[in-house]
C-alpha cells in the first residue's frame, strides 16, 4: 500500500531526527559514565580513553561505603516525596476551584499564584531563615519539607487545572444529580479521571524537589540531614583533580535511583494517557 | 533523635552493614559517645576529618579520639561546610546572630575580619600563653587580634602562591615577569599550554593577581580601610600588573583559556596530564603533585617564588584557616581553643600544610624538606589580604576585570574605571 | 504547626437540573492560600521592606533609606547583566521549547507507529532532568573544558578539528551557559508537551487524513494550534524558571569571563553574598520579579481564551 510506503519514510525521517537528539541527550550521561569508571591515570587522557583500559568499579566502591551516601540518598527520597505529596494534596482543591468554579477575580489569582513563584529564591530565603527560626523549623525535615511544598504549589496549581479541565463536566453533572456533594464528586469522579495529570503533578514535584539545592542548604546545617544535591556540591568542593572519577561515581549514584523510579513510573503514565480514560 | 535508628534500618536494607551495631566514636555528625553529657557544635570543613582521602581521615580520627580521650564528658557535634566560601559565611554570620550558629567553627582567613565586624567572635585569651601570642607570624597576629589585643581566632595554618615549573622543560626558575614569559613562550613551541593561573570568576584569580600588584608596593585599602587601588600612585602599579597577565594571554605565554580556570585543581591536573610545564599555584599543591603524579614525573616539579616585575620586587598572596569561637559559654571556648591548637600542631604536620608559628617547623620532622626553605623564603614577602568587609567585593570586582581584559572585551584602563565606580559604590553601602 | 486539612464542607446539590453549584471557592482554595501567605507573602513583602532599607547581613539593625535602589538602578554593570539576563533567557526558552516540541512530536509519533526505542528518547530526556543543577555544570564543565584532555575539545583534536573556546570566549561561554540549561530544562516542555499532544483529538486526524493532508498541513493546521494553550502556558513557566536559574551558571562559567554571564539572578547573589548588601539584594530581586511578571502577562496575552478559532 502507498500508506505503508509513506509511512516507511516517515519512520525513517522520524530515526533521523531521533538518533541525533538522542545523542545529544546521551553523550554527557555516557562521558560521565566513563569518568566513573577510570583511574585518576586515565582522567587525564580525555576523549581517547572514553572505554578505559582499565576499567573499575573501584569509584563506586568508595562512593557506597561512604555512609554519608546512603543517608543523603535517603533524605533526597523523604524530602522529594513528602514535598510532592504535600503539593499535589494542597493544590488539587483550589485547582479544581479553578477548574470548576467562577467567581470575582479568578483570573488576578490565577495569575498571582503564579506570580508569587517570580522572587527569586534566595532573597525570600533570608527572611524565612529568620522566620523559621521563630518557629523553630530550622534544621528539621519537616519544616524543610513546608517549604518544599510552598515551592511546588503555583506551578502544580496550574498543572492540575489544565488536566481538571480535559475532564468532561457531563460526568460530574451527573454525579451531582445522584446527590453527590462538591467534595464527594471531586474526589471520586474527577480525581480518579485525572489521575495521569495527578500523576505527573507528582512526578514533575518529586523531580524539582530533586534537585532543590537553595532550600536545604539554607534550611539544614548537619550533614546527616543534608538531601543528595548538597551533599554532591559539597563533595565537588572537597574533591580534587585527583578525585572527579569520584565526582562522576556520586553523581551517578545521585541520578540512577530516580532514574529507576522514573522507569517504572513513566511506563505507568503512559499507560494511563493511552488506556482512553480521557477521550471518553 | 532516632535519627541513629533511621540510619542502621538504613544501613540494613541497603547495605547489611554490621559496623553500626557497636557505637563508632567517629560518624558523619559526631566525635566522642553519643551520650556524653556536654556537646560542642563544631563546623569544620571536609579537607581533614571528612577528607574523601582515606589516609588523611583516618589520621585525623585518631587524632579526635584521642582528644575526646584526654577530655571525658565532652562530645564535638561535627557540621560539614561546602566549599562556596561566600555562601557559607553569609549562612554562618545569620546563624550566628540568630544564636544559632556553632559553638566553634572554621573560618578562612580572609573572612575574618567580616566575623570581627559582625561582632560574633569570642576572645580566647586565656587560652594562649604571651608565648604563643608571640611566635605566631606578625601578619597572622594582626589578623587575629582585635583592637584591645584580644585573641579572636587561632590562625591555624598558612598558605602561599608559588610558581611551579617542569624542570625538565624549564630549568631555570623564572625571577622576573620578563622571564616567566620568555620561558612561558619557549614552553608554547614545545608543545605545552604555557603557564596556567586562576583567571575565572573565583577568589583565587585576584588573590593569585595580588601579589604581582603588592609587590610593585601597590595599596588595596589605605589605614583607615578604604578603597584606593585605583588613586594616585596605586593606580599605575594596578595597571601595571594588569597589563603584564594581558600581555601573557596575547603574546600566547598563557592560553586564553585562563579566563575558564576556577580552580587549581585544574592546573594540577593540567600537570598531571603533562599538558603544562608552568603554573602558578599553592604551596599546598605540592604534595598533592607528590601523590597524583608517578614518581618519576613528580620529581620533575619544583616550586619557585612568584616571579616579580624585577627580581628583587616579589610578593605572594599568604591566606589559610582559622578556628574561631562564636559560643558565649567559656567551657566550650576552653574546648574550641583546645581543638584549635589540636590543628595547629599535629594536624598540620600530617597534612604538611605551612603552621603559623614559627617554632611548628622545629618542632616537626615534616619540615625538613627542601620545598619548606622555598616557602619560608617566600614567607618573607607574604601579604595577607586586607583586613577589612570591603575586600570581597574589591576581589569580585578584580576578577570581573582580569576576565574581561583577559578575553579582549575591556581595556585595562576602562575595566578599572568600571571596577572604582562599583567597589566605591559598594563601599559607600556598607 | 498543623497544616490546614483539605476542606471537607460539601456544596448543597445543584438547586437548578445542570450547572454546577453556587460557587464557594475559599474553602477550596485556603490551603493554597495558607502555604502562599505564610511562605512567599510574608517573605516577599519583608524582601520590599527590605528594599528600602540600608539592611545587611552583617547587622541586624535597619533603617530606612532609598539609596539601595538609587545605587542597584544607577550601577552601571546593571546594563551588561540585564543583555545577559535577555539572551540567557530567549536562548535558553526557544532552545527548551522547540526541542521539547520536536521530541514531543517525534516521540508521539514514533509510539503511533510502534518504532522501537522511543521510550529509550524519553527517558534519556528525563534522565538530563533528574540530574541536580548543581551537578549539571560540574558535568558540562568537564565536558567543555578547554584543557586539551577536555571531553568536546579532545574529541574534535581525534578527528582533526581545532579546539574551541567554549568558555573563555565571552560569546561561546553564553552558548554554553545556554546548551547547559537546554540539555537539563527540555525535559520540562517535552513532558508538558507530549501529554497536550496525546489528549489532541484523534478524530481532527483523522478528518485530515480523509482530507489528504500532508504532514506538514496536520502540524501547521491542527497540531499547533491545539497545542497553542500549552506551548504558552509553558513558555511562561519556563521564562519564570529560566529567569531565576543560576544554579546551572554558577558552577559552569562562575559568570565570568568578566561578567560575560553574569545573569541578574547571580547578580543579586553576589550582592548579597560578596557584598553582604540585603537591602541590593531585594532591590534586583524585585527588578527581576518585575521582569518575569511583565514578561509572563504579555506572554498570557495570547492565551486562547474567547476568541478561538
Redesign the interface.
Known amino acids: 500500500m502507498i500508506q505503508s510506503r509513506r509511512s516507511r519514510i516517515g519512520n525513517a525521517l522520524t530515526y533521523a531526527a531521533v538518533i541525533p537528539l538522542a545523542a545529544f541527550f546521551l553523550i554527557p550521561v555516557i562521558w560521565l559514565v566513563s569518568l566513573s569508571v577510570r583511574t585518576p591515570q586515565e582522567v587525564f587522557l580525555g576523549a581517547s580513553r572514553l572505554i578505559p583500559e582499565a576499567p573499575t568499579l573501584a569509584n563506586f566502591g568508595q562512593v557506597l561505603t561512604d555512609g554519608g551516601f546512603r543517608l543523603y540518598l535517603w533524605n533526597s527520597v523523604k524530602l522529594a516525596f513528602l514535598g510532592a505529596a504535600g503539593a499535589v494534596a494542597f493544590a488539587a482543591p483550589a485547582s479544581y476551584a479553578f477548574s470548576r468554579m467562577t467567581f470575582r477575580g479568578k483570573p488576578a489569582l490565577m495569575m498571582g499564584i503564579l506570580a508569587v513563584q517570580m522572587v527569586s529564591g534566595l532573597v525570600i530565603l533570608i527572611p524565612l531563615y529568620r522566620y523559621m527560626d521563630r518557629l523553630g523549623l530550622l534544621e528539621t525535615h519537616f519544616g524543610t519539607t513546608l517549604l518544599y511544598i510552598s515551592a511546588g504549589i503555583p506551578v502544580t496549581v496550574w498543572l492540575l487545572k489544565t488536566s481538571f479541565d480535559a475532564v468532561p463536566m457531563e460526568l460530574e453533572e451527573a454525579a451531582a444529580i445522584d446527590g453527590l456533594g462538591r467534595f464527594e464528586t471531586f474526589l471520586r469522579i474527577t480525581l480518579p479521571l485525572a489521575a495521569p495529570g495527578v500523576a505527573s503533578a507528582l512526578i514533575l514535584n518529586v523531580i524539582l524537589n530533586w534537585s532543590q539545592f537553595l532550600i536545604p542548604f539554607v534550611m539544614l546545617s548537619e550533614s546527616a540531614k543534608w538531601p543528595i544535591s548538597v551533599a554532591i556540591f559539597n563533595y565537588a568542593g572537597a574533591t580534587n583533580a585527583t578525585t572527579t572519577q569520584l565526582l562522576a561515581a556520586a553523581c551517578l549514584v545521585a541520578v540512577v535511583p530516580t532514574l529507576i523510579v522514573f522507569l517504572a513510573l513513566q511506563r505507568l503514565i503512559v499507560r494511563a494517557l493511552t488506556s482512553g480514560a480521557l477521550k471518553g | 533523635m532516632n535519627r541513629p535508628l533511621i540510619v542502621s534500618a538504613l544501613a540494613l536494607a541497603i547495605g547489611g552493614a554490621p559496623a553500626l551495631a557497636q557505637e563508632d566514636m567517629v560518624t558523619r555528625d559526631r566525635v566522642g559517645p553519643a551520650d556524653a553529657e556536654n556537646a560542642l557544635t563544631f563546623r569544620l570543613t571536609a579537607y581533614d576529618l571528612y577528607s574523601s582521602d582515606e589516609a588523611t581521615a583516618t589520621a585525623f580520627e585518631e587524632l579526635f579520639i584521642d582528644f575526646i580521650e584526654d577530655n571525658p564528658g565532652w562530645r564535638i557535634d561535627t557540621q560539614l561546610q561546602t566549599g562556596n566560601l561566600n555562601q557559607e559565611q553569609a549562612r554562618m554570620i545569620e546563624q550566628a546572630q540568630a544564636g544559632r550558629g556553632p559553638d566553634c567553627a572554621m573560618v578562612d582567613s580572609s573572612q575574618l575580619a567580616t566575623y570581627k565586624a559582625a561582632g560574633v567572635l569570642s576572645p580566647m585569651n586565656e587560652y594562649f600563653t604571651e608565648d604563643e601570642v608571640a611566635d605566631f607570624f606578625p601578619y597572622v597576629r594582626d589578623g587575629i587580634t582585635d583592637d584591645a589585643g584580644n585573641i579572636l581566632a587561632v590562625w591555624w595554618f598558612t598558605d602561599l602562591r608559588v610558581l611551579y615549573r617542569n624542570t625538565e622543560v624549564v630549568p631555570e626558575a623564572p625571577q622576573t615577569w620578563e622571564e616567566l614569559k620568555t620561558a612561558a613562550l619557549e614552553t608554547v613551541d614545545e608543545g605545552y599550554e604555557g603557564v596556567l593561573f586562576n583567571g575565572g570568576r573565583t577568589e583565587g584569580t585576584a588573590f593569585d593577581w595580588l601579589a604581582n600588584f603588592w609587590a610593585q608596593g601597590g595599596q588595596l585599602v589605605n589605614e583607615a580601610g578604604e578603597p584606593v587601588f585605583y588613586e594616585g600612585e596605586n593606580r599605575e602599579l594596578f595597571l601595571e600588573a594588569v597589563r603584564y597577565y594581558e600581555d601573557l594571554v596575547e603574546s600566547g605565554a598563557a592560553p586564553a583559556r585562563v579566563t575558564s580556570i576556577t580552580t587549581y585543581d585544574d592546573m594540577l591536573a593540567a600537570a598531571a596530564a603533562g599538558t603544562t610545564a608552568l603554573f602558578v599555584g599553592g604551596n599546598w599543591m605540592y604534595a598533592q603533585i607528590q601523590s597524583t603524579l608517578p614518581e618519576e614525573e613528580a620529581a620533575k616539579w619544583e616550586a619557585s617564588e612568584l616571579p616579580g616585575p624585577t627580581a628583587d620586587q616579589r610578593a605572594t598572596g599568604t591566606g589559610g584557616w582559622t578556628i574561631a569561637a562564636l559560643t558565649d559559654d567559656p567551657e566550650k571556648v576552653r574546648m574550641c581553643a583546645a581543638i584549635a591548637k589540636l590543628y595547629l600542631g599535629p594536624g598540620n604536620a600530617f597534612q604538611a600544610l605551612l603552621p603559623t608559628q614559627a617554632s611548628l617547623y622545629e618542632e616537626y620532622d615534616t619540615y625538613a624538606g627542601p620545598e619548606f626553605e622555598v616557602f619560608s623564603a617566600a614567607l618573607e614577602n607574604g601579604q595577607a589580604r586586607p583586613g577589612v568587609a570591603i575586600y570581597p567585593e574589591i576581589s569580585n570586582q578584580i576578577q570581573i576585570l582580569l576576565g574581561e581584559v583577559m578575553s579582549g572585551a575591556a581595556e585595562p584602563e576602562e575595566a578599572l574605571d568600571a571596577a572604582a565606580e562599583a567597589v566605591e559604590a559598594a563601599y559607600a553601602r556598607q | ?1 498543623t ?2 486539612s ?9 438547586a437548578t ?2 450547572g ?2 453556587p ?3 475559599l ?3 485556603l ?6 501567605g ?7 513583602i ?2 520590599l521592606r ?1 528594599a528600602f532599607t ?1 539592611a ?5 539593625e535597619a533603617n530606612f533609606s532609598l ?2 535602589i538609587g ?1 542597584m538602578l544607577g ?3 546593571l546594563g551588561t547583566v540585564l543583555r545577559n539576563t535577555a539572551v540567557f533567557t530567549l536562548g535558553s526558552v526557544f532552545g527548551q521549547l522547540l ?1 521539547g516540541l ?2 514531543a512530536l ?1 516521540v508521539v ?2 509510539e503511533r ?1 510502534n ?1 522501537r ?19 549539571n555544570g ?3 564543565q ?10 568536546i ?3 574534535l ?2 578527528v582533526g578539528i581545532p579546539p574551541v ?6 560569546d561561546n ?1 553564553m552558548m554554553s551557559a545556554i546548551i547547559a540549561t537546554v ?1 537539563q530544562g ?1 525535559a ?1 516542555s517535552m ?2 508537551l507530549y ?1 497536550a499532544l ?2 489532541i ?2 478524530t481532527l486526524y483523522e478528518a485530515a487524513a480523509v482530507d489528504a493532508a500532508t ?1 506538514w498541513e496536520r502540524l501547521w493546521f491542527i497540531t499547533l494550534p491545539e497545542l497553542r494553550g ?1 506551548l504558552l ?1 509553558n513558555a ?2 519556563i521564562v ?1 524558571m529560566t ?2 536559574t543560576f ?1 546551572v551558571i554558577i ?1 559552569l ?8 554571564t553574569e545573569v541578574l ?1 547571580l547578580y ?3 550582592t ?11 532591590v ?3 527588578l ?2 518585575a521582569i ?2 511583565t514578561l ?2 504579555i506572554v ?1 496575552m495570547f492565551l486562547p481564551r474567547s476568541g478561538r478559532p
Do not use: C, H, K, Q
Not at chain 3, 6 to 14: E, I, K, L
Not at chain 3, 31 to 36: A, D, G, M, R, T
Not at chain 3, 165 to 170: D, I, R, T
Open positions: 504547626m497544616a490546614t483539605a476542606p471537607r464542607r460539601a456544596a448543597a446539590p445543584p437540573g445542570g454546577p453549584a460557587a464557594r471557592p474553602p477550596w482554595l490551603p493554597v492560600l495558607f502555604f502562599i505564610l511562605f512567599y507573602l510574608w517573605p516577599i519583608d524582601a527590605l540600608d545587611s547581613l552583617l547587622d541586624r539609596d539601595a545605587a550601577s552601571a554593570a526541542l520536536a521530541i517525534l509519533r514514533g507507529n518504532l526505542g522511543m521510550l529509550v528518547l524519553r527517558t534519556l530526556v528525563l534522565a538530563a532532568w533528574v540530574i541536580p543543577g548543581i551537578a560540574v558535568i558540562w568537564m565536558l567543555f573544558s578547554e584543557a586539551p584532555f577536555g571531553a575539545n579532545s574529541t583534536r581525534l573556546a567554549w568558555l573563555s570566549n565571552p561561554a540539555w527540555t520540562y513532558i508538558l501529554a496525546r489528549s483529538d484523534d504532514p500549552a502556558v511562561i513557566l519564570i529567569l531565576n544554579d558552577s562559567t562562575g559568570g565570568g569571563p568578566g561578567r560575560a539572578a543579586a547573589y553576589n548579597v553574598f560578596y557584598n553582604f548588601d540585603l537591602a541590593g539584594g531585594s534586583l530581586s524585585i527581576l520579579m518575569s511578571l509572563a502577562a498570557a
